[in-house]
């Protein structure tokens, strides 16, 4: 998902962007594997990239990806940037991530920021930005008992017949009652395209 938004946003968008990973192996282990995969099977972000890829760089339209690690401070400090990518935030360098926010200081927007972890502790890397967010969550409606809920480990769970269930009325709910559904803030509100109030818009992206 977060190779397509920000080939994507580069080309259509025109905005320069720095994408961080934990540490210069992961860049080659992740844009080196995964991305470049992604790319190479398909034809439309291929023809986007062809003029100028590679792990730590790639050209998209009039813009750059730049892939970087966070234990290397110098790359900090030197590129320009229109949206910092942090992927796996908890696993980075803090200090580091902070140090980037420089780079976007020539918008006049006052740049993006998408930040990306599985959570480890609360109050540190990926935690302290939810906490400031809107903490969205996906929820869908029971088609038994109307009630609308976002799913949670492990009360959505018949563990006998391994399935999924409304926690309110036990019904067995289907894929499609699963993929139908909609972002709800903590207030209780749909998503309307900006996080109202908040500084951050965040998802819970759940493995349910």
């Known amino acids: 998902m977060n190779t397509i938004k920000s080939l994507y946003v580069a080309k259509k968008k025109r905005r320069q962007i720095i994408y961080t990973l934990p540490t210069q192996g992961d860049v080659q282990d992740m844009v080196g594997g995964s991305f470049n995969r992604i790319i190479a099977q398909n034809q439309i972000l291929s023809e986007w990239t062809k003029d100028h890829d590679t792990i ?14 966070t234990f290397t401070s110098k790359q900090a400090m030197m590129i320009p940037s229109g949206l910092n990518i942090h992927d796996e935030v908890d696993a980075s360098d803090a200090a580091v991530i902070t140090q980037y926010e420089t780079r976007l200081q020539a918008q006049e927007d006052g740049g993006w920021r ?14 302290i930005y939810w906490e400031q967010s809107d903490k969205k969550e996906w929820n869908i409606k029971c088609p038994s008992c109307t009630k609308e809920f976002h799913l949670e480990w492990p009360r959505n769970i018949n563990f006998e017949n391994e399935t999924f269930i409304c926690h309110l009325c036990t019904h067995e709910l289907q894929t499609e009652d699963r993929i139908n559904g909609r972002w709800l803030n903590q207030d209780g509100l749909p998503w309307k395209g900006s996080p109202e109030g908040y500084e951050f818009s965040g998802w819970h992206v759940s493995q349910l």
């Open 56 to 69: 730590e760089q790639k050209a998209v339209g009039d813009s750059m990806i730049f892939y970087r690690g």
């Open 114 to 127: 998408w930040y990306f972890s599985h959570p480890s502790l609360s109050g540190h890397g990926v935690s």
